[in-house]
């Protein structure tokens, strides 16, 4: 995974900066994001890696298959990746896009699974905590795991909180071994 990583972050950067430059980040973030979930489609990765196809070929039908989500300047840096044979690369440019999108907004996207679901009150509650204590805005999106039990985990980036019952039982169960 590593290697598709260092193989995608030189385009993500490309993106942002062609973004931030054309005052478009959130319109990028969405062409990114309908570009990553379209070339994870088996039918459309077939098209992608197909030797048949020109890379100008494949810009276009995936150009066609996006039309309404395509940026200014996206027909270009699809271009580039196809022409580089790295059209397959797209959700894991997307993720690093979005890396660096939330920080110039100065944006954190956490995730928090909980036991239960969460009342209103208690979302806008640990929504101004997370606020404070990482310093910037929080986005925040809850899911409902009955493996927990009891308590969250919340996860921000590669920051993960373990507050449930279970991940307590385990640190104990750990510590019991030892």
Known sequence: MAELSTLARPYAKAAFDAAKAGNNLAGWSAML???????????????ADSAHLSSADKVKRLV????????????????????????TLMPVVFEHYE?????????????????FALTDEQITLLQDKLTSRLGRKVSMSTEVDKSLKAGVIIRFGDTVIDGSARGRLVKLAEAMNS
């Open 64 to 87: 066609e298959l996006c039309q309404e989500d395509i940026a200014e300047g996206g027909e270009n840096f699809l271009r580039v990746m196809a022409e580089n044979g790295r059209l």
């Open 33 to 47: 994001r309908t570009l990553a979930a379209t070339l994870s489609l088996p039918a459309v990765k077939v098209l």
């Open 99 to 115: 890396t660096l999108r939330l920080a110039a907004e100065n944006t954190a996207d956490v995730t928090v699974s909980s036991a």
